[in-house]
């Protein structure tokens, strides 16, 4: 079956540690986004990539970091500079035609400790 | 960026009618995307206008007046199952998505 995956479902970490959450997807899409998702506030953007190796600020990037060395994988790191991490976060995929939706993975849910 | 407005939260009863919704301002308008998004869980898409109109599928209905930079998702024989967060969002020339804060949809038995 073709889909996104996101693993953990739910991880925890202490303060000033950094965390990878990791992003997989098998649908042969071409984009890929990560973004996060706080109580009573919509989805915000963190990071976008368009083709491998390319990766593109979302509007909330400072204290993130990704990679996209292969088109299946889009890891996002949460550094230490990052003051307020704990959140829900989102992967998501899609291709580059104007007529298809973007694709999301079951979530990460962060809790710094 | 886009600025997007939906409310917060909507009440309904089960086999009602319910119209949600969302006031966009944008730069370079290239689609208009509702999602469902039950606690916990990830966005699930629901539907998908670019031009001016109606698009039905089953039970839900999505509208777009891109001139008055408006949207509404009307859904029909509300369900229990209905209950969830649902998400107006707006797509940009670079594919990028805007989400609004999201309207909570509560159906009453």
């Known amino acids: 079956d073709g889909g996104i995956t996101q693993s953990p479902k739910y991880l925890f970490r202490k303060e000033g540690q950094n965390v990878t959450l990791s992003c997989e997807q098998n649908?042969?899409?071409?984009?890929m986004y990560w973004y996060r998702q706080d109580p009573g506030q919509g989805l915000r953007l963190i990071y976008y990539s368009q083709i491998v190796n390319d990766f593109q600020k979302g509007d909330i990037a400072e204290g993130y970091s990704v990679s996209r060395e292969k088109k299946e994988s889009f890891p996002l790191t949460v550094t230490s500079a990052q003051k307020n991490p704990t959140a829900f976060y989102l992967c998501?995929?899609?291709?580059?035609?104007?007529?298809?939706?973007?694709?999301f993975g079951p979530g990460t849910r962060l809790t710094v400790l | 960026g886009q600025n997007i407005d939906q409310p917060t939260e909507m009440t309904a009863t089960e086999g009602a009618i319910v119209q949600i919704n969302c006031t966009y301002q944008t730069s370079g308008f290239n689609g208009l995307f509702w999602y469902q998004q039950h606690a916990g869980e990830a966005p699930t898409f629901l539907s998908y206008?670019?031009?001016?109109g109606l698009e039905e599928k089953g039970r839900f209905s999505s509208f777009l007046s891109r001139s008055k930079g408006y949207s509404y998702l009307l859904l029909k024989e509300l369900q229990m199952k209905d209950s969830a967060s649902y998400l107006c969002a707006v797509r940009d020339r670079d594919y990028k998505l805007s989400f609004g804060a999201g309207t909570t949809v509560t159906v009453r038995a």
């Open positions: 649908l042969n899409h071409d984009a």
């Open positions: 206008n670019v031009l001016d």
């Open positions: 998501a995929s899609s291709t580059l035609q104007d007529y298809n939706e973007q694709f």
